[in-house]
């Protein structure tokens, strides 16, 4: 984990307000997980607060994290120049870790919560991906050729403009039969993980199913306990530094 | 190379910069970034007698210049602190100060109890905002800062105590003297404001306790005011904070009066804030020949 200033390379927008971008580090980036996120500022000083996204690409000295403008924060970012300076602390949390015997894992993606989700098809070679990502509508779309990387695609959105009428965790459930998913990986907002945490519970499935949660943070290194979710044992965890992946069994969504 | 050691009721710290409570934790994690044995000190993370779960979330909005928070005490106890995070930081060679947040008055005689000789200082958080059952009371009436200090210190025998005082108040002078006539032997302002952050869009407050400390940049001038109010009022000593983001803002701190400062939440703008703290005070004082830091307290002249 390190603090560095990057130098601000790309930002695009790759859908209805989302956009990517793309920052150079002093150094190069190093090892980082899939499921593991950056804290970066906005450029604007009166804004004390980092922005904390999932990383999406991490090559030689460049990081690429993708996000949709919620607020000023987002805003800032998205407007950002070309060689603006950025303070950027990574990389954090603890990622998707996949068991080293499951072969087959199924991907379930919705909306902005798919960007932690593409390091790791693109990082685990070994592995087949069986992936199922919904957006709400064409417009929101985007990545779909970094998922195209996996197995086997399948794209959903809630109008149907693209792919079927559907949600990713349905597409999944509908398609289950023909995939032998050794364990399951999921992120998006947290009524699709309620639905997939009460399906999977509901049909008896009980093939592991790592989750990446979302929320509000402070320091982003575990010291402030602003961003907890609770535990099914009762207990609090730090999203940021226990997570953001946890055992879909293991927390309350 | 300026001298910043300081003394402040006996206990040495190796220069005048502590963590405030509530966004450095116990050190640890800090400590992954840089060797925390680089600041003057730790105010730990408001701990009571039992674990506490906090508030639901959202515990954090931002708006210009400042946070809001509202964590709500979230710790795991005095005892699990006594037994994993002490030895800890005992080992990092720092001042450990120990902050204490209670419901009922008894709780603070009690902790303040466990604690005494354990720590090299205590903390009374007699002003966090967020806790309904108590917090607050306890923090804003200068009667109630009497009896609290005066009920903490009679179980403190050999640890110097610290009332952190409260800014939503009438009076800082006023509650200044209250805490010193309890016996406090040290000052610590400001906590934060009590604010509101509103998402316009959802008609609703950011976050879930609806309103929450305002802390951050912003804060500073009315801090300063403050620090400089408490520390004319009582003749023991005071610790400022409240929107430290450098070093310059540091000693501003200390010309006003404060004997040393707290650094908050520039941690979170700036995982790296306080050692950079500590090196550009260093810088300042250098490049304006003083040297030593104890030579700028209290030097305010006000036209």
């Known amino acids: ?253 | 190379m300026a001298n910043l050691g300081v003394k402040i009721c006996g206990v040495s710290f190796k220069n005048p910069v502590i963590a405030a409570s509530g966004t450095y934790g116990f050190g640890r994690e800090f400590d992954e970034i840089y060797d925390i044995s680089a600041i003057g000190g730790i105010s730990t993370k408001g701990m009571t007698n039992l674990p506490r779960l906090g508030n639901p979330v959202p515990r954090i909005a931002e708006a210009h210049g400042v946070i809001l928070n509202a964590v709500g005490l979230q710790n795991p106890g005095v005892e699990h602190f006594i037994k994993d995070d002490l030895p800890f930081l005992k080992e990092k060679g720092i001042v450990i100060i120990a902050n204490v947040a209670g419901s009922t008055l008894e709780d603070y005689g009690k902790i303040c109890a466990r604690l005494d000789g354990l720590v090299d200082m205590v903390e009374l958080n007699i002003s966090c905002p967020n806790v309904r059952a108590g917090g607050m009371a306890l923090g804003i009436k200068p009667e109630n800062i009497e009896e609290v200090t005066a009920l903490s210190k009679s179980n403190l025998k050999k640890t110097p105590l610290i009332v952190k005082l409260s800014p939503n108040v009438e009076s800082i002078p006023t509650n200044a003297r209250a805490a010193e006539r309890g016996g406090a032997d040290c000052i610590s302002l400001v906590n934060t404001f009590t604010g509101m952050v509103i998402d316009l869009e959802r008609r609703r407050p950011i976050i879930a306790n609806n309103t929450g400390g305002v802390s951050g940049a912003g804060i500073k001038p009315i801090a300063l005011r403050m620090v400089y109010e408490a520390s004319h009022a009582v003749e023991i000593p005071v610790i400022g904070m409240g929107g430290i983001m450098t070093g310059r803002d540091a000693l501003e701190f200390m010309t006003a009066g404060a004997k040393a400062v707290q650094v908050g939440t520039a941690n979170f703008a700036d995982v790296n804030a306080m050692p950079r703290i500590i090196r550009e005070m260093d810088d300042w004082l250098t490049s304006h020949g003083i040297s030593d830091v104890n030579e700028i307290i209290d030097t305010l002249k006000l036209n």
Request: charged content about 25%; proline content about 4%; overall charge neutral.
């Open chain 1, 1 to 253: 984990m390190k603090e560095v200033i990057s130098t601000v390379k790309e930002v695009k927008l790759i859908a209805d307000n989302v956009y990517s971008l793309t920052v150079t580090l002093p150094e190069p980036v190093g090892e980082v997980r899939g499921g593991q996120f950056l804290n970066i500022s906005t450029g604007d000083s009166s804004r004390l607060l980092k922005r904390p996204f999932g990383i999406v690409k991490a090559e030689g000295c460049d990081v690429t994290v993708c996000f949709q403008v919620k607020g000023g924060g987002t805003l800032a970012l998205a407007d950002a120049r070309v060689g603006d300076k950025l303070s950027v602390l990574l990389p954090l949390g603890n990622g998707f870790i996949l068991s080293e015997n499951a072969k087959n894992i199924v991907v379930i993606g919705g909306g902005v919560g798919i960007f932690p989700l593409v390091p790791v098809i693109c990082g685990n070679k070994d592995k087949k991906f069986y992936t199922y990502i919904g957006f709400r509508n064409k417009g929101c779309a985007c990545l779909l050729d970094e998922f195209e990387k996996s197995e086997k695609f399948t794209v959903v959105t809630d109008d149907g403009s693209i792919g079927e009428k559907d949600n990713a965790v349905n597409a999944y459930l509908k398609d289950r039969e023909n995939v032998r998913a050794d364990m399951i990986i999921a992120c998006g907002p947290p009524v699709m993980l309620r639905a997939l945490k009460t399906q999977l519970k509901d049909k008896g499935i009980t093939t592991p199913c790592l989750v990446s949660l979302e929320e509000r943070m402070g320091c982003g290194i575990g010291a402030c306990l602003v961003c907890v979710c609770g535990k099914t044992d009762g207990s609090r965890a730090r999203v940021c530094k226990d997570g953001p992946v946890f055992d879909i069994n293991e927390v309350e969504l």
